[in-house]
C-alpha cells in the first residue's frame, strides 16, 4: 500500500519555466512533509519541508503548497535551471511515528537549455 | 558532501551468503536510518536507531539486521541473500529522533549473482 504517490514518473521543463511537482498522500495522519533531491550516483539531499499547520512554505526558487482536504502537495521550481534536473522524492511522516518518513517513488524532472 | 560516509560502494556477492554494510552518520547526528532503494521503486524504510538505541521498524526483512554502536556508527547485515535483495541500501542520519531533515550517504550498490 503506497502512502505517498507521485503519479508522474518524469517531467520535462524549458528553463526559465516554472516545474510543479505533485505529491499525494492517504494516510490522514501525516502532518510534516518533504522534498527530497536526487542526483545520479549520490544520495537524496533535503530541499524545503512544509508542516501541516501551514499551507506554503518557500525558500529562494522552491515554494512548497499542502492541500491538506485534498491530501495533496506541490512543488514549484521557479524559474527552472538545468542544474535543477534530478529525481525529486516526496515524504511524509507522522505526529505518532516523527522517525519513520515515507517516501515517494520520486519523479525524474529534465530541465532543457 | 553530506558528511554520511556509506561503505562498501559496491557488493557483488553471490545467493545464500551474507553481508555487512557500514555507516558512519554526520558529526554530531544521534540518528541512523536504512534505507532500501529497488529498481523502478521508492525508498523504503528499513529501521531507525537513535544514540543507540532501536526506535522504529519498517518493512525490514527477518533475515536483516542493524545495530548502532556506542561511536554512532551503525551496521546493517543482510543474510541468506536472494536475487530479489539487489539493491541500493542508503544510510541518512540526523540530529534528533523526530522530524530532523535526513541526511544521506551515497548509498552501497550491492547485487547478488
Known amino acids: 500500500d503506497q502512502q505517498v504517490k507521485q503519479n508522474s514518473p518524469s517531467l520535462s521543463v524549458q528553463e526559465g519555466r516554472i516545474s510543479i511537482l505533485n505529491c499525494d498522500y492517504t494516510?490522514?495522519?501525516?502532518?510534516?512533509f518533504l522534498w527530497y533531491k536526487k542526483y545520479p550516483a549520490e544520495g537524496p539531499t533535503f530541499l524545503i519541508s512544509?508542516?501541516?499547520?501551514?499551507d506554503k512554505n518557500e525558500d529562494g526558487r522552491f515554494t512548497v503548497f499542502l492541500n491538506k482536504s485534498a491530501k495533496h502537495l506541490s512543488l514549484h521550481i521557479v524559474p527552472s535551471q538545468p542544474g535543477d534536473s534530478a529525481v525529486y522524492f516526496c515524504?511524509?511522516?507522522?505526529?505518532?511515528?516523527?522517525?519513520?518518513?515515507?517516501f515517494g517513488p520520486g519523479t525524474s524532472l529534465s530541465v532543457i537549455p | 558532501d553530506s558528511g554520511v560516509t556509506q561503505t562498501p560502494k559496491h557488493l557483488i556477492t553471490a545467493t545464500g551468503q551474507r553481508v555487512t554494510l557500514r555507516c558512519s552518520p554526520r558529526?554530531?547526528?544521534?540518528?541512523v536510518y536504512w534505507y532500501q532503494q529497488s529498481l523502478d521503486q521508492g525508498l523504503q524504510f528499513l529501521i531507525h536507531?537513535?544514540?543507540?538505541?532501536?526506535?522504529a521498524k519498517g518493512n525490514i526483512l527477518e533475515r536483516f539486521s542493524a545495530q548502532q554502536f556506542p561511536d554512532l556508527h551503525s551496521e546493517l547485515n543482510l543474510s541468506s541473500l536472494e536475487l530479489g535483495d539487489s539493491a541500493l541500501y542508503f544510510c541518512?542520519?540526523?540530529?534528533?529522533?523526530?522530524?530532523?531533515?535526513?541526511?544521506f550517504g551515497n548509498g552501497t550498490r550491492l547485487t547478488v549473482t
Open positions: 515524504a511524509a511522516s507522522a505526529k505518532t511515528s516523527y522517525d519513520k518518513v515515507i
Open positions: 536507531y537513535y544514540n543507540g538505541e532501536e526506535r
Open positions: 541518512a542520519s540526523s540530529v534528533g529522533p523526530n522530524n530532523s531533515p535526513l541526511h
Open positions: 558529526s554530531g547526528d544521534l540518528s
Open positions: 494516510n490522514s495522519m501525516f502532518d510534516y
Open positions: 512544509i508542516s501541516s499547520i501551514k
